[in-house]
Structure formats: C-alpha cells, structure tokens
C-alpha cells in the first residue's frame, strides 16, 4: 500500500509560480519513478510531468516544457513539480502518481 499526499495548489495570477509537493509512504520511495497528472474541469486526466527512480531522468508534456520542473527528494520521500510562468490553462487538480497509486490531489487555479 502507498499513500500519496499533494500539497501546494492555490490561486495564483498568470505569469505566477507554485511549487506543488507530494508526500508518499509505505514504500521504499526511492524503487519506484514518480510522475504528475493533472485533470482541468471537463476534460480527461492527463500526463503533465516523471521522473525516474534516481532523479536522473526527466520527461514532460509538450505543453510544460521550460515552465515546469519535477524533482525528488528521496531522503524526504517527496516529489516536487515547479511550476513557473503559469498560464490559465494550467488550471486543473494536480495528481501524484507511482506504481498504480494516485494522491487526492491539489487543485491549481490560473487567472488571467
């Protein structure tokens, strides 16, 4: 069993930053690669962000890519996703992801 906990979303202007954070438990965090999703309203979910299990390897929607970094910290067994010049398109619920586990989410909201 793994647990997810995202933190970080809010209400932030366009051309603003967030850090989102995922919390994970019950594994040993550092065996499994870490990804993001996100979900705007209406639409399905979709892949935003991963990361592989050392850090060492990162990939990235199209549509993120140099505005977004995703990180991880295995010593705190967390999962970072920095998230800069955020457009309202951005707007979703943001979810953490590994091995088939999902966290609640964190909902991120973009005005223009």
């Known amino acids: 069993q793994v647990q997810l906990v995202e933190s970080g979303g809010g209400l932030v202007q366009a051309g603003g930053s967030l850090r989102l954070s995922c919390a994970a438990s019950?594994?040993?965090?550092?065996?499994?690669?870490m990804g993001w999703f996100r979900q705007a309203p209406g639409k399905e979910r979709e892949f935003v962000a991963s990361i592989s299990r050392s850090g060492g390897s990162t990939y990235y929607v199209d549509s993120v890519k140099g505005r977004f970094t995703i990180s991880r910290d295995n010593a705190k067994n967390t999962v970072y996703l920095q998230m800069n010049s955020l457009k309202p398109e951005d707007t979703a619920v943001y979810y953490c992801?590994?091995?088939?586990?999902w966290g609640k989410g964190t909902l991120v909201t973009v005005s223009s």
């Open positions: 992801n590994t091995a088939g586990y």
């Open positions: 019950g594994r040993t965090f550092s065996s499994y690669a």
